[in-house]
C-alpha cells in the first residue's frame, strides 16, 4: 500500500515534470552545466580524487555529455545519490540524467516513467568465496551463511536462486559495501555477493586476492545504464547517441589519440565520417552541432577506452572485457548504425 | 616507691605512617590489592589494558603518513606485518576534503574565517570572564590575519592595520589593571562598544562567507528586523501592543518575502561588492556537518523556549499548536523528515523549483531539535516550585517581565545538562544527511572508499571522524560543566 502511494506520487511527479520541462537541452544550455546524478562513490564507476573530481566509469558517460552538448567535458555538476533518492532526483529535475550503475528493469522503466537509454555495463550477481572454502560452483552453497546488501534486487535474486536450486542458505544483512567486506573478511559470512564488479573490485583490495575466488555462476541480468525522464524524447536521442557514438568510436577505431587527425577531413570510411560531422548533419538533426560526437569522444575516449582506465584490465579491479566486449569479438556491446 | 612506672608517662612524638599506608603505594594497597578477592581482578584488568594500550600504540604509530594507496601502506608493513597498522595516508591526502567537502580550494579561507568569527561571536554569550576588550582583540586579530592571508597590497594594510589596532587594545588591557580600568570608567572614560553587537551581526555575516554572492542580501535580510521593529515601534502606542506585534511581523514577512531580492539586486548594481557564489552542492565534510550543527542549535533554544512556553499557555488555539507541533515532530524519526526535505518536498514543488537541499536539511534539522529542546526546557518550567511565579505575580511583573526576570533564568538553569545532550545530540545526528546524499565526513568516507588507491581502508577514516566528532562534542559537554558552576547559588 505504501510502495503504491509512493509510486503513484513519483508518478504524478513524473508527469508533470516531462509536462512542463519538455525541453531538457535548452535548460542544460541555459544553465552551462549538465547536472548528473551519479553514486555517492563505486569503485571504478564513480568517486571524487583527493581534489574532489569525479573520476569512473559512469563518470565517463556524463562528461561525454556535457562534451557534446556544451562542448566542455568539465560543464558538469556532480550530484551525489544514494539508493534512496536516485529516482527521485531525476523524476524532480534536480539531475537532467542518471549515470549511476541502474540496472534496467521493467518497473523502472515503465512504473517509475524513466527512459533507458542504453546499456553500459552488462553486469550480473555473483559470489565471492574463500579458496580453502574448496567450494567450484555456486550449487555447491547449501547451507552457507550469505553476506547481503539489504534493500537491493541482489537480496531477491539471492531468494531466487537458492529456491531454484532447493538449497538452503542463512542470510546476514549488511548496509554497505564497506560493511560487506570487512564482515566477509571477518568470517562473519561463508560468502559475499553482490554484482559481479563489485565483487572483483572488493577482491582487489584484499590483502592476498589470490585466496578468494568469484565463483563461475552469474545468477542474474544486470544491465546497468544511463537513463533520462519519460516525456523528452529530444534528450533522450541526444544521451543515447552520445552513448552509441562512444561504442560506435570503438567499433570503427576512432580513439582520443587519432580523433584529430580523422575529423580533419573526410576519410574513406563513409560511418566515421558522419559520426565526426565531416559528412552529413546527423549532429544538427538531434538539435547539436557538426562536432559533437567529436567532442564526445574527446571528454574520455572512446568506450573501450574508457573502459581500460577506469575498471580494464591494466587497473586495480582488473575486469575483463567478457560480455562487455564489442559484438564483433562476442560481446553484446553493439550500436545501432550512424546513418 | 621507685620511679619504675608501668605507663606510659610522656606522649610518645608522632612518627610519619608507615611507607606502605601513604601515597602511590599505600593508596594501592587500600584500592587495589586489598585482599585476594580485590588483587586478582586488579592484576586481570592491568593485563587487559596492557594489550588493549600496546595493540593500539603499535597500530596508531605506524610509519604510513606518505603513503600512496592501501597497496603501498602493505608494502611497508612487510609480508609478515599484515594489516595490523594504521594507514595514515589516506587522512595525508583526504584530510583537507573531510574538513571542506568540496568547497573550492581558492575561497577555504571563508568557512576558515567564519569559523573563527563564531567563537568571536560566542565568547561574550557564553563566558563572562573574558573582558569586553579582550574581545574586541581576538575579533580584530581573526579579521587582521584573514586580510593578510587574502594578501595583495590593501590585504596586507589592511591586515596590519587591524592586528595593530588588536595589539594596543591588547596591551591597554595588559597594561590597566582591573581597578584602574574600573576608576578610569567611573570617572567617565569611554568604554568600547559591547561585543554582544558583532554577537548579533554574525548570523548576517556568516551565511555570507559560507555562500558568497552580493553583500546586500545578507543587509536586505538584516533590515527586514529594522523594518519589524519600527513598525512595532510607531504602531504599537497607535493600535495597542498585540496588534503592534502582528502588524510588525507581517511587515517584516513582506519585506523578507518580496522586498530582499529587489533591494539588494538595485544596491548590487549601484554598489557591487560581493564573494564568489559557493554552491551548496559543494559543501561538505566537517563544515556541513558543523553548519548544520550550529545553525540548528543556535535556532532551536529560542524556538524551543517558545514552545515550552506555548505549551504550559492558556490560550487553547496557542497551546494546541505547540502541543500538536511537539508531538508530531518528536513521533517522527529525524530520517523520515530528512527524506522529506530531500525527496517529498522536489515532488510536490513546481519543477526548476531550486530550494536549496542545505536549506532543507536545515530548516528540518532545526525543528526537530527544537521539539526536544522544547520538552527539556518544560521539565525545568516543571521543576520550579509554584510559588516562583506567585512570587513573580506578587511583584507586579507582567508575563515577559515575568519569564525573563524570574521563571526563565531558573529553568534555563536547572535544565542546563538536557539541553546541552539534546545539542549534542543534534550535532551528532548530522551525520544522517548522509543517506540522502550529502557528503558528510561519514558519505565522504564511502567515497574516499571508491578511490582504487584507499578501497578497504575502514579504521583509519572512522577513527578520525571519530576523534573530531569527540573534540566538538566533548567541549560542549565540558562548557556545560563550567556554566552549572558558575550558575552555582545554592549554598553547598
Redesign the interface.
Known amino acids: 500500500m505504501k510502495k503504491t502511494v509512493f509510486l503513484g506520487?513519483?508518478t504524478?511527479?513524473g508527469l508533470?515534470?516531462g509536462a512542463?520541462?519538455a525541453a531538457t537541452l535548452d535548460?542544460v544550455k541555459a544553465r552551462g552545466k549538465l547536472n548528473c546524478g551519479v553514486?555517492?562513490?563505486?569503485?571504478?564507476f564513480?568517486?571524487?580524487?583527493?581534489?574532489?573530481k569525479w573520476e569512473g566509469f559512469d563518470v565517463g558517460v556524463c562528461r561525454a555529455v556535457a562534451a557534446a552538448v556544451l562542448g566542455d567535458a568539465n560543464a558538469v555538476?556532480f550530484?551525489?545519490?544514494?539508493g534512496?533518492?536516485r529516482f527521485?532526483?531525476l523524476?524532480?529535475?534536480?539531475v537532467d540524467m542518471l549515470a549511476r550503475n541502474t540496472t534496467w528493469t521493467l518497473s523502472r522503466d515503465v512504473d517509475l516513467k524513466f527512459d533507458f537509454i542504453g546499456v553500459n555495463y552488462y553486469d550480473g550477481q555473483g559470489f565471492l568465496v574463500p579458496k580453502e572454502m574448496g567450494v567450484s560452483s555456486a550449487k555447491d552453497l547449501d547451507g552457507a551463511t550469505v553476506c547481503i546488501q539489504t534493500g537491493t534486487t541482489t537480496e531477491l535474486n539471492l531468494a531466487d536462486f537458492f529456491r531454484a536450486n532447493n538449497i538452503s542458505y542463512e542470510p546476514v544483512p549488511i548496509e554497505?559495501n564497506?560493511e560487506g567486506?570487512?564482515q566477509y573478511l571477518a568470517g562473519a559470512c561463508d560468502t559475499y555477493t553482490t554484482d559481479a564488479s563489485g565483487l572483483a573490485?572488493?577482491r582487489?583490495?584484499?590483502?592476498d586476492p589470490s585466496a578468494h575466488v568469484v565463483l563461475p555462476e552469474i545468477i542474474s541480468k544486470e544491465p546497468l545504464g544511463p537513463l533520462v525522464r519519460h516525456g523528452d524524447n529530444e534528450w533522450g536521442d541526444i544521451v543515447r547517441w552520445t552513448l552509441n557514438a562512444l561504442i560506435s568510436a570503438e567499433e570503427l577505431g576512432i580513439t582520443s589519440t587519432n580523433i584529430g587527425e580523422l575529423s580533419a577531413a573526410p576519410g574513406d570510411n563513409p560511418e566515421i565520417n558522419r559520426i565526426l560531422g565531416t559528412e552529413g548533419n546527423l549532429g544538427e538533426m538531434l538539435g547539436l552541432d557538426a562536432d559533437w560526437a567529436k567532442r564526445a569522444i574527446m571528454a574520455g575516449g572512446n568506450y573501450g577506452e574508457l573502459f581500460a582506465k577506469n575498471i580494464g584490465e591494466s587497473?586495480?579491479?582488473a575486469l575483463s572485457r567478457g560480455l562487455n566486449a564489442q559484438w564483433k569479438d562476442g560481446g553484446l556491446i553493439y550500436s545501432p548504425p550512424f546513418r | 616507691m621507685s620511679d619504675l612506672s608501668y605507663v606510659r608517662s610522656e606522649i610518645l612524638p608522632e612518627r610519619a605512617p608507615p611507607a606502605s599506608s601513604v601515597g602511590v603505594v599505600g593508596w594501592a594497597r587500600a584500592n587495589l590489592f586489598n585482599g585476594i578477592g580485590n588483587s586478582i581482578p586488579t592484576i586481570l584488568a592491568l593485563i587487559f589494558i596492557w594489550y588493549v594500550v600496546s595493540f593500539l600504540v603499535s597500530w596508531v604509530f605506524s610509519p604510513t603518513w606518505s603513503s600512496e594507496s592501501l597497496n603501498q601502506c602493505r608494502e611497508i608493513f612487510g609480508a609478515d606485518g599484515g594489516h595490523s597498522a594504521a594507514c595514515w595516508g589516506v587522512i595525508r591526502e583526504r584530510w583537507v576534503q573531510l574538513l571542506f567537502g568540496f568547497y573550492p580550494e581558492a575561497e577555504r579561507w571563508r568557512p576558515v574565517v567564519a569559523f573563527g568569527l563564531l567563537f568571536v561571536a560566542l565568547i561574550p554569550v557564553l563566558f563572562n570572564m573574558i573582558s569586553r576588550r579582550m574581545n574586541w582583540v581576538l575579533l580584530l586579530a581573526v579579521l587582521g590575519l584573514a586580510a593578510l592571508y587574502l594578501g595583495g597590497v590593501l590585504g596586507v594594510i589592511l591586515g596590519l592595520a587591524l592586528l595593530g589596532a588588536a595589539g594596543f587594545i591588547g596591551f591597554k588591557a595588559f597594561s590597566t589593571s582591573k581597578e584602574d580600568r574600573a576608576a578610569q570608567i567611573a570617572s567617565g572614560a569611554k568604554r568600547l562598544p559591547n561585543p554582544l553587537i558583532f554577537s548579533a551581526i554574525f548570523p548576517f555575516i556568516a551565511p555570507w562567507l559560507l555562500w558568497g554572492g552580493s553583500i546586500w542580501m545578507p543587509i536586505a535580510a538584516a533590515l527586514g528586523f529594522v523594518v519589524g521593529f519600527f513598525a512595532f515601534r510607531f504602531l504599537a502606542p497607535v493600535v495597542g501592543s498585540l496588534a503592534g506585534l502582528i502588524i510588525a511581523v507581517v511587515a517584516a514577512l513582506i519585506w523578507w518575502l518580496f522586498l530582499t531580492t529587489g533591494f539588494a539586486g538595485l544596491m548590487q548594481s549601484i554598489i557591487p561588492v560581493g564573494l564568489e557564489h559557493v554552491e551548496s552542492r559543494n559543501f561538505g565534510g566537517f563544515m556541513l556537518s558543523t553548519t548544520i550543527g550550529v545553525v540548528a542549535i543556535a535556532c532551536s533554544l529560542p524556538i524551543g523556549i517558545v514552545l515550552a512556553l506555548g505549551r504550559q499557555s492558556d490560550l487553547l488555539i496557542v497551546k494546541a499548536l505547540c502541543v500538536g507541533f511537539i508531538e508530531f515532530i518528536r513521533g517522527v524519526p529525524l530520517i523520515t523528515l530528512l527524506f522529506v526535505a530531500s525527496t517529498l518536498l522536489n515532488i510536490f514543488m513546481p519543477p526548476g523549483t531550486n530550494f536549496d537541499i542545505i536549506l532543507r536539511v536545515l530548516i528540518m534539522v532545526t525543528l526537530f531539535a527544537s521539539a526536544y529542546m522544547a520538552e527539556v526546557i518544560r521539565g525545568g518550567l516543571a521543576a520550579l516550585p509554584r510559588g516562583q511565579y506567585e512570587a513573580a505575580d506578587a511583584l507586579g511583573l507582567d508575563y515577559w517581565k515575568a519569564q525573563r526576570l524570574i521563571i526563565m533564568p531558573q529553568a534555563l538553569k536547572i535544565s542546563i545538562p538536557g539541553i546541552v545532550s539534546t545539542f549534542i545530540g543534534v550535532f551528532k545526528d548530522t551525520v544522517l544527511v548522509s543517506i540522502i546524499g550529502l557528503l558528510d565526513p561519514l558519505g565522504l568516507s564511502n567515497a574516499i572508499r571508491a578511490d582504487q588507491a584507499w578501497n578497504g581502508i575502514v579504521w583509519e577514516l572512522y577513527g578520525f571522524i571519530a576523534l573530531m566528532f569527540f573534540v566538538f562534542c566533548f567541549s560542549m559537554s565540558r562548557y556545560s560543566m563550567y556554566l552549572e558552576r558558575r550558575l552555582r547559588t545554592d549554598h553547598r
Do not use: C, M, R, Y
Request: proline share 6%; hydrophobic share 40%.
Open positions: 506520487a513519483l504524478v511527479a508533470a515534470a512542463s520541462a535548460d553514486t555517492t562513490g563505486l569503485v571504478g564513480a568517486a571524487p580524487d583527493a581534489n574532489g555538476e550530484v551525489p545519490t544514494t534512496k533518492t527521485t532526483a523524476a524532480s529535475g534536480e554497505t564497506a567486506q570487512q573490485a572488493t582487489a583490495t584484499f590483502e587497473t586495480p579491479i
